[in-house]
């Protein structure tokens, strides 16, 4: 079953124009991690957020996490064609840390040149 | 390069057919993935190898078996195919299971007729 849920399912934006995606999950967590999914390939590593951290950022991405909402963020500022793509959170670890990563059904993004 | 590397990258089997797909990453990954993504459904793990010699079901784990070859190799068979199989199917590999970000291959784009 699946832990992240992504909203919206869906988001179209016109370039330069910032993208936010949101996940929710249901259990504690180890750690939170955000995957881009260009369409017919493999999901590529964004980012991960470990339960302790509350905002990270990479490049042009931001990520919140809010722990005691279970939920989290992804911020894409000035969006451009390239960043259309389905967008998938993933939630890990448990306090452990030692059970694999389970995949939301991720937000499809467009972005509009 | 560096990466998960899976083979076919496309298949068609009849209802019964058996096959296997190969996944094999160079990046000395202890731990290996085989999720499994169907429209509207996001990826659902069938199966995984935490370590070299050992695997654990995943969400989805019927009507499959793994093998874990050796610290580079994890292969998934299907022993009787059924249309219900008909998916696309990804591997994946990490450090260590919940805790760091995964490499994915590129799919294995099944139909089973």
């Known amino acids: 079953s699946q832990q992240g849920e992504e909203d919206p399912q869906a988001l179209s934006i016109q370039e330069g124009e910032n993208a936010t995606m949101n996940c929710s999950y249901k259990?504690?967590?180890?750690?939170l991690q955000w995957y881009r999914q260009n369409s017919g390939r493999g999901l590529v590593h964004l980012i991960l957020?470990?339960?302790?951290?509350r905002e990270k950022h990479s490049g042009r991405l931001r990520v919140t996490l809010d722990t005691s909402k279970k939920s989290s963020s992804l911020l894409i500022t000035a969006s451009r064609a390239a960043d259309t793509a389905s967008y998938f959170c993933?939630?890990?670890?448990?306090?452990?840390?030692?059970?694999?990563?389970?995949f939301g059904k991720g937000t499809r993004l467009s972005v509009i040149a | 390069n560096a990466g998960v590397t899976q083979t076919p990258k496309f298949q068609v089997l009849k209802t019964g057919q058996s096959m296997t797909l190969q996944c094999a990453q160079d990046?000395?990954?202890?731990?290996m993935y085989w999720y499994r993504q169907d429209p509207g459904m996001g990826l659902r793990l069938i199966y995984y190898?935490?370590?070299?010699?050992?695997?654990d079901k995943g969400e989805v784990p019927n009507g499959y078996n793994v093998s874990r070859l050796n610290k580079r190799e994890f292969s998934l068979r299907l022993e009787s195919a059924a249309p219900s199989q008909t998916s696309v199917y990804f591997c994946?590999?990490?450090?260590?299971?919940?805790?760091?970000?995964?490499?994915f291959g590129s799919g294995t784009r099944l139909t089973v007729v």
């Open positions: 993933a939630t890990g670890g448990s306090n452990s840390g030692n059970t694999p990563l389970v």
């Open positions: 994946a590999s990490s450090e260590a299971r919940g805790i760091s970000g995964y490499t």
């Open positions: 190898s935490a370590s070299e010699g050992t695997t």
């Open positions: 990046m000395n990954h202890n731990s």
């Open positions: 259990t504690s967590i180890n750690n």
């Open positions: 957020i470990r339960s302790n951290e």
